[in-house]
């Protein structure tokens, strides 16, 4: 006779660890239409894979040990759903890139979100910002016309 699930879903020991916390909110806010953010994720059609979704320990056996309590768990691609091969751990900083409130902007063949290209190119993101949303300007023009500085403020300063 099969043990019944609570004792299968004990068995294991790690009840009260983040990696299980993380798992059992990730289930919540996609099915749960009672989570507050159940309309971010369940709401607009993500899911979590089958293996996922039934088990911890097949979640735990992807995804391994959280690295530290700065990591929480990030889909690689927020159009997609929970699973292996699109979730990771991953820090605040890393995630805060990975919105899809972010603004994207191509050059060269290359994406990246407007802060990235800002600090690549060494110009304040509210510039750039500003030149995407209010001026209309195409992502080569904002990325690539040079800014003018006031005079007697170097640019480096525009980042300390």
């Given at each position: 006779?099969?043990?019944?699930?609570?004792?299968?879903?004990?068995?294991?020991?790690?009840?009260?660890?983040?990696?299980?916390?993380?798992?059992?909110a990730m289930n919540d806010r996609c099915y749960n239409p009672k989570n507050p953010n159940y309309k971010y994720y369940g709401g607009r059609g993500i899911t979590v894979c089958d293996r996922w979704?039934?088990?911890?320990?097949?979640?735990?056996?992807?995804?391994?040990?959280?690295?530290?309590?700065?990591?929480?768990?990030?889909?690689?691609?927020?159009?997609?759903?929970?699973?292996?091969?699109?979730?990771?751990?991953?820090?605040?900083?890393?995630?805060?890139?990975?919105?899809?409130?972010?603004?994207?902007?191509?050059?060269?063949?290359?994406?990246?979100?407007?802060?990235?290209?800002?600090?690549?190119?060494?110009?304040?993101?509210?510039?750039?910002?500003?030149?995407?949303?209010?001026?209309?300007?195409?992502?080569?023009?904002?990325?690539?016309?040079?800014?003018?500085?006031?005079?007697?403020?170097?640019?480096?300063?525009?980042?300390?």
């Amino acid at each position: 006779m099969p043990k019944p699930i609570i004792a299968i879903k004990n068995h294991h020991g790690l009840r009260n660890t983040s990696e299980n916390s993380a798992w059992s909110a990730m289930n919540d806010r996609c099915y749960n239409p009672k989570n507050p953010n159940y309309k971010y994720y369940g709401g607009r059609g993500i899911t979590v894979c089958d293996r996922w979704q039934r088990s911890f320990l097949s979640f735990y056996e992807d995804m391994e040990k959280r690295p530290s309590n700065l990591y929480s768990l990030e889909r690689l691609d927020n159009t997609l759903g929970y699973s292996p091969d699109n979730c990771a751990w991953a820090t605040t900083k890393t995630q805060s890139r990975n919105k899809r409130s972010n603004i994207m902007l191509t050059h060269e063949g290359k994406t990246m979100c407007l802060m990235d290209w800002a600090i690549r190119l060494h110009i304040k993101p509210v510039t750039l910002y500003k030149r995407i949303s209010t001026l209309g300007w195409s992502d080569e023009k904002a990325l690539t016309t040079p800014v003018r500085y006031h005079a007697g403020r170097p640019p480096e300063e525009m980042f300390t």
